[in-house]
Each structure stands twice: as structure tokens, then as C-alpha cells.
């Protein structure tokens, strides 16, 4: 199921039903994030669609009109990263974007090879 861009509202996913749902698929990702931790990966980045009344990072639409805020599936998510001391960075990618500047972004996120020993890893400081 789709929803056309810019139809819905954080409003209409702020309910006591949606939240108890979002929060099992937030311990289930936690979950599956420590996992991988455990075994020694790195999670680069957590990926977000601003614009997205469930999964925006920053800027989430309302009845109102555009707010500042994370979508209810993200408020949810981030609080139980926090609750498990997992520090992931997080990028939002704009709900219609050009995939060439969504793609960039999130390279901006990545870390990259250290340039004198490739093993090791630095994140890159530019920001947008």
C-alpha cells in the first residue's frame, strides 16, 4: 500500500493503535541492530523520508501544515536507539528527491577511508 506524497499527517498516525505498533517494529530494528554491533558491524546511518507523517526526521507534515519534528514511527524508533546507548547518525532524505542529491547526502553520512591507512575510517565533515 502507497500513500501519494504529502496526503497524510503525522496527526492521523498519532494514535494509541499506530504507536503500539510502531513501537514493537522499533524493538524488533533495535533489536536486530545490536545484533549486528554484537557481531562487530557498524550501523552508518538510519534513514529517514522527511515529509513522511511516520518516518520524517525534521520536518513532518500536520494538519497545520509543515512542523518541526520526526514523523511517529522516528520519535518512537530514536527513543528506543537512545534506551539501548546505540548512536547511529540520522538522514533524512527529502520525501520527492532527486536520487542523485539523496545518494550524496547520505555518502556525507558515510565514514571513509582513512587516507593513510584504508582500515581505519573518519567521517567526513561537510555537512549540508
Known amino acids: 500500500m502507497s500513500r501519494p506524497t504529502g496526503e497524510d499527517t503525522k496527526d492521523q498516525y498519532d494514535t494509541p493503535e499506530y504507536r503500539a505498533r510502531f513501537l514493537q517494529l522499533a524493538e524488533h530494528a533495535v533489536g ?3 545484533q549486528y554491533v554484537n557481531a562487530g558491524c557498524q550501523i552508518v ?5 522527511e515529509g513522511s507523517p511516520s518516518c520524517s526526521v525534521t520536518t513532518v507534515p500536520t494538519r497545520n501544515g509543515p512542523a ?3 514523523g511517529v514511527f522516528f520519535e518512537i524508533l530514536l ?3 537512545r ?18 542529491q539523496a545518494v550524496a547526502q547520505v555518502r556525507r553520512t558515510l ?5 593513510m591507512n584504508p582500515d581505519q575510517t573518519s ?5 549540508d
Not at 45 to 49: E, P, R, S
Not at 84 to 92: E, N, R, T
Not at 111 to 115: A, C, Q, R
Not at 123 to 127: F, N
Request: aromatic content about 2%; some cysteine.
Open 123 to 127: 567521517r567526513t565533515s561537510d555537512q
Open 111 to 115: 565514514p571513509t577511508p582513512h587516507p
Open 79 to 81: 527513543a528506543e536507539f
Open 68 to 70: 518541526d519534528g520526526s
Open 32 to 34: 536486530q541492530a545490536q
Open 83 to 100: 534506551k539501548a546507548d546505540l548512536q547511529v547518525p540520522v538522514v533524512g532524505i527529502p520525501e520527492a528527491a532527486d536520487m542523485t
Open 45 to 49: 546511518c538510519i534513514l529517514g523520508v
